[in-house]
């Protein structure tokens, strides 16, 4: 299957900056998925990149907040902007692989 | 739009009993594949097994098993001779076969917890 590193693992920030999760997959893959997680419940999906072309983003996430990068087929970056408490939670890139996905290990992000 | 249903929130198992986690789902495609996803404290989402709808034979991976009712659209895992290792929170998921369908669909989750 497909493995995917996923950075940072975990960070602390401060209210108002930005942080930019990187994920790199060690094969080509047509579409990565990035999903929020609140610690103890299910995965939200917050938009779907394709390379070459604009995220898609899901209901109640927008590009200015989280703008997405998919440069090739191997990579992509979620950026968190102007971030606030309630945006502390895990992050988790996925590509499909086979009949079902592989995700990265996750980032905790903690906003202070 | 599809929806995938975990009515147990939690569930608990003595070591090497066997557990059922219950999954129901609903959807108007006949062509889809259904997923059972582990989370360890980890956070690194393990796939469990999967199960694809046009099969009628239930999928099985080594102490996991599926009871997969088309009709009924429930998905339960089976997990037999439990171990300390699986606990964890179980995801179960649901995708579209339709090409370029890639997105899945999750349940809540169930917390699974085996007691020694």
């Known amino acids: 299957s497909a493995v995917i590193s996923q950075k940072p693992s975990r960070d602390i920030c401060q209210r108002g900056t930005s942080l930019t999760i990187q994920c790199q997959v060690d094969?080509?893959?047509?579409?990565m998925f990035w999903y929020r997680q609140q610690p103890g419940q299910s995965l939200t999906l917050i938009a779907t990149?394709?390379?070459?072309?604009?995220?898609t983003y899901e209901s109640g996430f927008v590009i200015d907040k989280f703008p997405i990068s998919r440069p090739n087929l191997t990579f992509s970056t979620l950026t968190v902007s102007n971030m606030s408490p309630e945006d502390s939670s895990i992050y988790l890139c996925s590509v499909v692989w086979g009949y079902g996905y592989t995700f990265g290990s996750g980032t905790r992000l903690t906003v202070v | 739009a599809q929806t995938v249903t975990q009515s147990q929130p939690e569930m608990s198992v003595q070591e090497a009993e066997t557990v059922t986690l219950s999954c129901t789902y609903d959807?108007?495609?006949?062509?889809?594949?259904l997923f059972w996803y582990k989370q360890p404290p980890s956070r690194q989402m393990i796939l469990v097994i999967r199960?694809?709808?046009?099969?009628?034979q239930n999928a099985t991976e080594n102490r996991f098993s599926v009871n997969f009712q088309k009709a009924a659209k429930s998905f339960s895992l089976k997990i037999s001779d439990s171990q300390l290792g699986d606990a964890a929170m179980y995801f179960c998921a649901y995708r579209s076969a339709r090409w370029q369908a890639g997105k899945s669909t999750f349940g809540d989750g169930t917390t699974l917890t085996v007691k020694p």
């Open positions: 959807t108007s495609e006949s062509d889809y594949y």
């Open positions: 199960q694809e709808a046009y099969k009628q």
């Open positions: 094969s080509q893959v047509t579409m």
């Open positions: 990149a394709n390379q070459g072309s604009e995220a």
